[in-house]
């Protein structure tokens, strides 16, 4: 089975260009460095050309929403598998669904257990965010989020990721920063206010008003083993909805960040499920994958129809 890499020169653990060189060497590897949309969609679809049925990736999960958006594009619907070789900031995707080393080393085993047939493999639901109205337009990944998710996305990127603290460490920064600026900062009654939103899931009628936190993911977890979703049901996306001026917003923290609201949560307004599609619309932007977006004038839909296939030695 053919190895293809994709490696993003920006992520975090590749800026120095050491991983770049060290592959240098590996024979019978195509590879790109592609620092455009159009360049990636032009590597992908010569990785197809040449045979490539596993496409490495070296990045975080920004690069991955990238890989994941061009591939239909670039393959049709015979998808080939992803590798992940971590190296951004976050790395959600690769702690979730396993990855297949860092570095030139990880990369080594897995051209080894590729060749060998010995990869392990998992299937995985993609989260896929359209706009709606206008001109097709459409990003894929694991996690979106809103409201309060976007003002922390915010911080953790002008203040925490600026420093030099990454990964899990980078998200407990962030969610310690983002309930200090929430409780005692200068604008925490804008943030505990929340964003102006309407979701509707499924064929259920819209919820309309304000949201303090508004999140969805494939995921059945996600870092520090956070799982703030709760809800019955084989449905591939899970979602989470708080709304603005959220009551007694300390003492729900930690029952919503394990899945386990006390009732009185759910009375107040702390609403989770599982769902097909999610149809959102709002005026601030949100976020997928460590990226913000704007949402656009009639909102996006949320679904999970396609499914990607990961491997790892």
Sequence with gaps: MRVGLIINQASRRNRDGGFGRSVA????????????VAELEDALAEFRRLGVRVVAVSGGDGTLREVLTALPGAYGDEQPDIALLPAG????????????????????RLVAAARDGTLTRVEWPVLDITWRGGPERRVRGFLFGAAGFAAGTRIANSHIHRAGVHDAAAVALSIAATAASTLFGPRRHVLLEGEEMSIATDDAPGRCGRRFLT?????????????????????????LDVPGRPPRLMAALLPALRGRPRPWMIDAGYASGRADRLAIAMATPFVVDGELFDPGPQGVLLSAGRRAGFVAP
């Design 25 to 36: 060497g590996f024979d019978d590897l195509p590879r790109a460095e592609p620092r455009t």
């Design 89 to 108: 900031k976050t790395n959600l995707a690769a702690r979730v669904l396993g990855r297949a080393g860092t570095g030139a080393a990880g990369l080594r």
């Design 215 to 239: 999140l969805a993911t494939t995921l059945d977890r996600l870092v520090l083993d956070l799982t703030p979703f709760w809800g019955e049901g084989e449905k591939p996306i899970r979602w």
